[in-house]
């Protein structure tokens, strides 16, 4: 009875996975580092319920073909259990830090628990370490079925520290959900390795999957994976959304990082995608969550929020430049931060759609940078 009970568990977390994938599969670009990650945490969790399964579908069946199942399938059980967990830390890690070649170099490091584990793993097919199959072809724990318990859990102390002490470089919607998947299977081992017989870590990491798929991977389809605010799919949808309300006065500002193309040849392109995040911040410590803040490309940025009439956004503007130039006096850059700004009201009843409202509000912040540019020419020629 208790193995149709696993099955069964087993079967609707293999179900759940499934469905992600074919919710996922015409989504996702397989080019991008992070999605070949979770599609391989996907795919990883999948195998180890298959295995899962079949340990205890196999177990005490006498027939030789049995036998030889039973020995592969934990033997591979076994040796998956560290992987999974080595390549949540690498997800985990790539989110923080979108740094493929840190994960190339990473691996070194990372990889020894796995290289252990597989070696004790095969030897225990030879001695009882991690297990051993008696005469009636069932599963025993070894003597030191622990370690592999302790090599895994190596990968949680890892990653559970290395969010903590970065909390500050992680989207604050990211920074519980990182914590937050690493209860299920947590839970799930604790109670595995009290009472013997329980078999639900895989479907502990089911429900961690299921919830980076909920609140990281579908969030990150209408996120710009470098400032952490929202991306032009989302604007898009946003101000279509917005305007067909009726009785809502809604103020627009674009803003262009001014002299970015100079940041990014005298400084390096990292150096760039730094001062990028920096004026995400600046922007959501202006707004907080009072406005839509979203990425419009490039090193333009569009703001949306409600008002009652134009002094709100004029006062909106004049506390960004008073914290531009608050961010700017404290001199943690080798460079400044300036804008070129665009904004306006949308005129109430106006047939205007959302695009031409970003182009005209887009015109405006143009306008502005060529005015900065002609005074910016005319200081250099009195300067000289």
């Not at 696993?6 to 580092?33: H, M, P, W």
């Not at 097919?125 to 592999?148: E, Q």
């Not at 001014?258 to 400084?267: C, R």
């Not at 759609?353 to 060529?370: C, P, R, S, V």
Request: aromatic fraction near 14%; glycine fraction near 4%.
């Amino acid at each position: 009875m208790q193995v149709y009970l696993y099955v069964e568990i087993n079967a609707i977390a293999f179900t759940i996975l499934l469905l992600i994938y074919l919710n996922i599969r015409n989504k996702v670009d397989n080019k991008l580092s992070e999605q070949k990650l979770f599609l391989r945490l996907l795919a990883y969790t999948a195998l180890i319920l298959i295995f899962d399964t079949f340990m205890w579908v196999l177990d005490g069946r006498t027939s030789p073909i049995s036998r030889s199942l039973l020995i592969f399938t934990t033997t591979v059980y076994y040796i998956l259990n560290p992987v999974i967990c080595m390549i949540w830390a690498i997800y985990i890690d790539f989110q923080v830090n979108h740094d493929s070649n840190r994960i190339r170099k990473l691996l070194n490091f990372l990889s020894i628990p796995v290289v252990i584990n597989t070696v004790l793993s095969i030897l225990s097919l030879f001695s009882n370490i991690y297990f051993y199959i008696d005469r009636n072809n069932v599963y025993h724990r070894g003597h030191y079925f622990l370690l592999v318990a302790i090599l895994s859990f190596l990968y949680v102390i890892h990653t559970t520290s290395y969010v903590i002490k970065n909390r500050k470089k992680i989207n604050r919607r990211f920074f519980i959900s990182f914590l937050l998947i690493e209860v299920p299977p947590i839970i799930g081992a604790v109670l595995q390795l009290t009472f013997y017989g329980i078999s639900l870590i895989w479907v502990g990491m089911t429900l961690s999957v299921l919830i980076i798929f909920i609140n990281i991977q579908n969030e990150q389809m209408y996120m710009d994976y470098l400032t952490g605010l929202f991306n032009r799919r989302q604007l898009d949808f946003f101000l279509n959304e917005t305007l067909q309300k009726e009785n809502v006065t809604l103020a627009g500002i674009m803003l262009d990082l001014n002299s970015f193309k100079h940041i990014n040849d005298h400084y390096g392109h990292y150096t760039g995608d730094e001062a990028l995040r920096h004026t995400s911040k600046l922007l959501l410590h202006t707004f907080g969550n009072q406005a839509f803040l979203s990425r419009f490309g490039g090193d333009e940025f569009v703001i949306l929020f409600e008002v009652n009439d134009i002094s709100e956004l004029e006062e909106a503007i004049a506390r960004l430049k008073e914290n531009v130039h608050k961010f700017n006096e404290t001199k943690e850059l080798p460079y400044e931060i300036h804008f070129s700004i665009g904004a306006a009201l949308y005129p109430k009843g106006s047939k205007m759609n959302g695009q031409a409202f970003l182009n005209y509000i887009d015109t405006l912040m143009y306008e502005d940078k060529q005015t900065l540019f002609q005074e910016t020419s005319l200081s250099s020629v009195c300067e000289q």
